[in-house]
């Protein structure tokens, strides 16, 4: 049974059979690995407007993917693509708190109540249609949204 730093000594011996130093040998073994992304969860509810949904989205940095349609109790659960996390990741790293904006009340738009855990910080939102506009989480609302819509079928969709 190989001993408690086998593989030390064993990178150690390939360097010197490079001619590498055991110094510039561990540094590029201890830099070959990139950084860990950080963890990150967003939440998206569309609730209301003039169908009465009651959607919800869940998605990981892990690429754990959950769309649910909460009126009717149906729930789709599947690995996000490539292409998908990578859209939405840098939205995610990017977040800025949302700004205080005007007052809008709509009594027929859908609303948007998002949470997201980033970083090691939460920032929750509760937007409508028209307040959603111009604000820094419109881009990530739009893709959830669009996720949704892909998942569940266009609002309005009959579904079994």
């Known amino acids: 049974m190989p001993s408690r730093g086998t593989g030390f000594r ?9 001619g ?21 969860r967003v939440t998206l509810r569309l609730s209301g407007g ?15 993917l959950k769309v649910a349609d909460r009126r009717r109790g149906t ?8 292409n998908e996390l990578t859209q939405i990741a840098p939205m995610v790293a990017d977040l800025k708190p949302v700004e205080a904006g005007r007052e809008a009340i709509c009594m027929d738009c859908p609303q948007y109540d998002l949470s997201v855990q980033a970083n090691g910080r939460s920032l929750v939102a ?9 604000t820094s989480v ?5 893709a959830l949204a669009a996720m949704l819509d892909r998942e569940l079928g266009p609002p309005g969709t009959p579904r079994g």
């Open 138 to 142: 419109e881009p990530l609302v739009k």
């Open 126 to 134: 509760s937007l409508n249609y028209i307040s959603l506009a111009g």
């Open 75 to 82: 729930e789709v659960t599947k690995n996000a693509s490539a």
């Open 50 to 64: 003039l169908l009465g949904l009651d959607w919800e989205v869940t998605l990981a940095s892990t690429g754990d």
């Open 20 to 40: 590498t130093s055991a110094v510039a040998c561990a540094q590029s073994t201890l830099t070959s690995q990139p950084p860990a992304a950080p963890a990150w």
């Open 10 to 18: 064993i990178a150690a011996v390939v360097c010197a059979m490079f």
